[in-house]
């Protein structure tokens, strides 16, 4: 008898441990309405637990748990720990529990009352989840993002969402709980929340991605940075970092030059490793690797980076421009690489199909053709700009130059700065913007006419504030760049006073994106043109470089046209350019990188002597007497002045201005002034204020 109960026991306890091992494995989503599914139309279905049981199959088991405006604090309007989902959440007893709370915190009935108890409350619930199944992995969550279109964004919202964001990072280290984020991978899709809260249904599958990688650990894969390729430039004679995605756990492994070096993915499925000064030149090969996959880069140089940017002057190609065609059955140099991103779909006066535009919802608006040795046969349709700068760097530095050129036409500024600048520096800008004045008409008129009339009220385009970054710029950072030359401006010219605030941001924003505050940053000056507001635009950028530290102006407006906004004669700026980065960064102090810029005006009597920068040999362009100076007494008075040239400074006189009190020069939309200096570069646009 003693046997047969003994079989017995041991059957049942076998029959148990059978069912327990093939049990599913239980995940409960905790949270509030965004757990829920509200937006949605069939939330049982469609949600993000609901995708999520999808995506993990049938061997988990996913609860979903989420109650419309439940708050994480518990003295606050709707605590979650007073609703029935939190008592079906621990009676799940889930073996995975994924937290999602805050979003309703940000309310001003909760947040400024009561945050000091946010810590506690979150530990408390935390506690209860694990108290409902002593085993539970528990997972906590960075909060999705609130858009700017939200009611409350500038009156709180924005600020306490950051500032619980940090707490609940705090929370996940006191409490010792994964950190997954629902924040970063949808910040830059604004489209996917309709009302400004909650996601669509894509959006909602955004977050599915996010908690299975997290709880899988699949990642797909070994993956290196977005633009890494055959071909490309590394930078030479200094350590770096290449962070790539693999699945977590995965030990992977670079290989470049002799250099062998280790990373293990972390839960993240991100990896980082440090690779050691590469001598200049090459070819390299680099190897990353781990033990399901290898992934092997031939033909790799080492020497410069350079990102060429802006609008459709950067843009220009190098078979549009004067000297292209004498200079592209030259361009063959397989020490200067390109990687050309042009637009799938010009901003021409058209309007896109609706497959197009879905792409640009997606972030799908450049070509990747992949890094490209310089020839005749790649140079034609790259940036005229940026194929010559690279070929006197190249010429000069004898090191392999790598050139990227990712220019749009028509593109504002406000296009290529990340929205979390926006949101806090400029929001303004970011609201309704194809109704915004601060955005320039011409530029809504065309992204109006390219959506076309019967566009969603969420439809993207590239002239957007934040989409270039958001498509481009955000997938560049992980090049190590050595530098950015810039040109554009035409699209924001009819309002300088935003674009002194812009331009700056930009500039931030990037130094920012590459982690580099002293990223050098070279721009070039307005041209010629006839367009009134054109000669304070150009004056406003003189003034900037003042405000950003480590940047350099190229002016442009001798090689101008009085109709054609795309000037063709592209190398002079060039060299310009190239002038700014040889002195700056490579230390060719020989070489002059600036014309004259006006540094101060002294008046003596009837005369005006103005001081320059940069100022040795100064002398007409033309050997004709220097044009376009004018003196007043009186702001908005000015008369031509007689110039003449006393060492490195301009006397000016006029007969018509007794006392004069101000001066400006080269004061015309479309300018034949002459002033260089003895490097023959020209003078910058300028005019005199009360205050110098």
Same mark, same amino acid.
């Given at each position: 008898?003693?046997?047969?109960?003994?079989?017995?026991?041991?059957?049942?306890?076998?029959?148990?441990?059978?069912?327990?091992?093939?049990?599913?494995?239980?995940?409960?989503?905790?949270?509030?309405?965004?757990?829920?599914?509200?937006?949605?139309?069939?939330?049982?279905?469609?949600?993000?637990?609901?995708?999520?049981?999808?995506?993990?199959?049938?061997?988990?088991?996913?609860?979903?748990?989420?109650?419309?405006?439940?708050?994480?604090?518990?003295?606050?309007?709707?605590?979650?720990?007073?609703?029935?989902?939190?008592?079906?959440?621990?009676?799940?007893?889930?073996?995975?529990?994924?937290?999602?709370?805050?979003?309703?915190?940000?309310?001003?009935?909760?947040?400024?009352?009561?945050?000091?108890?946010?810590?506690?409350?979150?530990?408390?619930?935390?506690?209860?989840?694990?108290?409902?199944?002593?085993?539970?992995?528990?997972?906590?969550?960075?909060?999705?993002?609130?858009?700017?279109?939200?009611?409350?964004?500038?009156?709180?919202?924005?600020?306490?969402?950051?500032? /619980?964001?940090?707490?609940?990072?705090?929370?996940?280290? +006191?409490?010792?709980?994964?950190?997954?984020?629902?924040?970063?991978?949808?910040?830059?899709?604004?489209?996917?929340?309709?009302?400004?809260?909650?996601?669509?249904?894509?959006?909602?599958?955004?977050?599915?991605?996010?908690?299975?990688?997290?709880?899988?650990?699949?990642?797909?894969?070994?993956?290196?940075?977005?633009?890494?390729?055959?071909?490309?430039?590394?930078?030479?004679?200094?350590?770096?970092?290449?962070?790539?995605?693999?699945?977590?756990?995965?030990?992977?492994?670079?290989?470049?030059?002799?250099?062998?070096?280790?990373?293990?993915?972390?839960?993240?499925?991100?990896?980082?490793?440090?690779? *050691?000064?590469?001598?200049?030149?090459?070819?390299?090969? $680099?190897?990353?690797?781990?033990?399901?996959?290898?992934?092997?880069?031939?033909? /790799?140089?080492?020497?410069?980076?350079?990102?060429?940017?802006?609008?459709?002057?950067?843009?220009?190609?190098?078979?549009?421009?004067?000297?292209?065609?004498?200079?592209?059955?030259?361009?063959?140099?397989?020490?200067?690489?390109?990687?050309?991103?042009?637009?799938?779909?010009?901003?021409?006066?058209?309007?896109?199909?609706?497959?197009?535009?879905?792409?640009?919802?997606?972030?799908?608006?450049?070509?990747?053709?992949?890094?490209?040795?310089?020839?005749?046969?790649?140079?034609?349709?790259?940036?005229?700009?940026?194929?010559?700068?690279?070929?006197?760097?190249?010429?000069?530095?004898?090191?392999?130059?790598?050139?990227?050129? *990712?220019?749009?036409?028509?593109?504002?500024?406000?296009?290529?700065?990340?929205?979390?600048?926006?949101?806090?520096?400029?929001?303004?800008?970011? +609201?309704?913007?194809?109704?915004?004045?601060?955005?320039?008409?011409?530029?809504?008129?065309?992204?109006?006419? *390219?959506?076309?009339?019967?566009?969603?009220?969420?439809?993207?385009?590239?002239?957007?504030?934040?989409?270039?970054?958001?498509?481009?710029?955000?997938?560049?950072?992980?090049?190590? /760049?050595?530098?950015?030359?810039?040109?554009?401006?035409?699209?924001?010219?009819? *309002?300088?006073?935003?674009?002194?605030? $812009?331009?700056?941001?930009?500039? &931030?924003?990037?130094?920012?994106?590459?982690?580099?505050? &002293?990223?050098?940053?070279?721009?070039? &000056?307005?041209?010629?043109?006839?367009?009134? @507001?054109?000669?304070?635009?150009?004056?406003?950028?003189?003034?900037?470089?003042?405000?950003?530290?480590?940047?350099?102006?190229?002016?442009?407006?001798?090689?101008?046209?009085?109709?054609?906004?795309?000037?063709?004669?592209?190398?002079?700026?060039?060299? +310009?350019?190239?002038? $700014?980065?040889?002195?700056?960064?490579?230390?060719?102090?020989?070489?002059?990188?600036?014309?004259?810029?006006?540094? @101060?005006?002294?008046? +003596?009597?009837?005369?005006?002597?103005?001081?320059?920068?940069?100022?040795?040999?100064?002398?007409?362009?033309?050997?004709?007497?220097?044009?376009?100076?004018?003196?007043?007494?009186? /702001?908005?008075?000015?008369?031509?002045?007689?110039?003449?040239?006393?060492?490195? &400074?301009? @006397?000016?006189?006029?007969?018509?201005?007794?006392?004069?009190?101000?001066?400006?020069?080269?004061?015309?939309?479309?300018?034949?002034?002459?002033?260089?200096?003895?490097?023959? $570069?020209?003078?910058?646009?300028?005019?005199?204020?009360?205050?110098?």
């Amino acid at each position: 008898m003693k046997r047969i109960l003994l079989a017995i026991a041991v059957l049942f306890s076998m029959t148990m441990w059978a069912q327990k091992s093939s049990a599913p494995i239980r995940v409960s989503c905790i949270g509030n309405s965004i757990t829920y599914g509200t937006g949605l139309q069939n939330p049982e279905k469609d949600s993000y637990p609901s995708q999520l049981q999808n995506l993990l199959g049938q061997k988990y088991e996913v609860g979903r748990f989420g109650k419309p405006g439940a708050t994480l604090l518990r003295h606050a309007f709707r605590p979650y720990f007073d609703q029935q989902e939190f008592q079906q959440a621990m009676d799940f007893h889930g073996d995975i529990a994924v937290i999602h709370l805050g979003i309703n915190d940000t309310d001003p009935r909760a947040w400024p009352n009561y945050r000091d108890e946010f810590v506690a409350d979150y530990s408390a619930l935390i506690d209860s989840v694990r108290k409902s199944n002593p085993k539970c992995r528990v997972i906590i969550a960075r909060m999705t993002p609130l858009s700017s279109r939200h009611h409350r964004f500038l009156s709180g919202t924005r600020d306490w969402h950051e500032e /619980i964001q940090k707490v609940i990072e705090q929370v996940a280290k +006191r409490k010792e709980c994964e950190l997954i984020d629902f924040y970063a991978p949808l910040h830059h899709r604004p489209e996917l929340f309709p009302d400004a809260v909650h996601p669509n249904y894509e959006g909602y599958g955004v977050m599915a991605k996010v908690v299975y990688s997290a709880i899988t650990g699949d990642y797909g894969g070994l993956q290196l940075p977005y633009y890494y390729g055959g071909n490309m430039v590394l930078p030479r004679n200094r350590s770096f970092d290449i962070t790539g995605i693999a699945n977590a756990g995965d030990k992977v492994c670079l290989r470049i030059n002799g250099q062998r070096h280790y990373a293990k993915t972390g839960l993240d499925g991100r990896w980082t490793v440090r690779i *050691n000064p590469l001598p200049s030149g090459g070819p390299y090969t $680099l190897t990353a690797s781990t033990n399901q996959q290898t992934i092997t880069l031939d033909n /790799i140089m080492a020497g410069e980076v350079w990102l060429a940017s802006g609008q459709s002057n950067m843009e220009f190609q190098l078979q549009q421009c004067t000297t292209g065609r004498t200079d592209i059955p030259l361009s063959l140099n397989p020490n200067i690489r390109l990687l050309n991103l042009e637009a799938l779909w010009r901003t021409d006066n058209v309007e896109w199909t609706a497959s197009a535009l879905d792409s640009i919802n997606h972030l799908l608006y450049y070509t990747n053709p992949g890094w490209k040795p310089c020839s005749p046969e790649t140079s034609p349709r790259f940036s005229a700009i940026g194929y010559y700068f690279a070929r006197e760097l190249q010429d000069s530095l004898q090191c392999p130059i790598g050139i990227i050129n *990712n220019a749009i036409g028509g593109s504002p500024a406000e296009a290529w700065i990340d929205r979390w600048t926006l949101e806090y520096e400029f929001p303004d800008i970011l +609201r309704d913007w194809t109704r915004n004045d601060f955005i320039q008409d011409w530029v809504r008129g065309r992204a109006e006419k *390219n959506m076309g009339k019967e566009h969603a009220p969420l439809q993207r385009h590239p002239y957007e504030p934040c989409y270039l970054y958001e498509s481009s710029i955000r997938l560049l950072s992980e090049l190590p /760049i050595s530098g950015v030359i810039w040109y554009q401006g035409e699209s924001n010219a009819h *309002n300088k006073d935003a674009h002194e605030r $812009l331009f700056p941001l930009l500039v &931030q924003s990037w130094r920012k994106t590459w982690n580099n505050e &002293q990223l050098p940053f070279y721009y070039v &000056q307005l041209s010629s043109l006839n367009r009134p @507001s054109w000669p304070w635009f150009r004056d406003s950028q003189r003034r900037l470089l003042t405000q950003i530290p480590h940047s350099g102006m190229a002016v442009s407006s001798d090689v101008g046209d009085p109709s054609d906004v795309h000037p063709r004669n592209k190398l002079p700026v060039a060299h +310009r350019l190239a002038s $700014l980065a040889l002195h700056n960064d490579y230390g060719y102090n020989q070489v002059v990188p600036s014309g004259p810029l006006y540094r @101060s005006v002294e008046f +003596r009597g009837n005369e005006a002597i103005v001081s320059f920068d940069y100022a040795e040999g100064l002398h007409s362009s033309d050997n004709k007497p220097l044009r376009t100076f004018e003196i007043a007494e009186f /702001i908005g008075e000015y008369y031509p002045a007689e110039a003449e040239i006393k060492g490195s &400074q301009i @006397s000016l006189t006029a007969k018509e201005v007794k006392h004069p009190r101000f001066v400006r020069y080269a004061w015309q939309p479309y300018t034949d002034a002459n002033l260089v200096n003895g490097a023959g $570069l020209p003078a910058s646009t300028f005019i005199s204020t009360d205050n110098e």
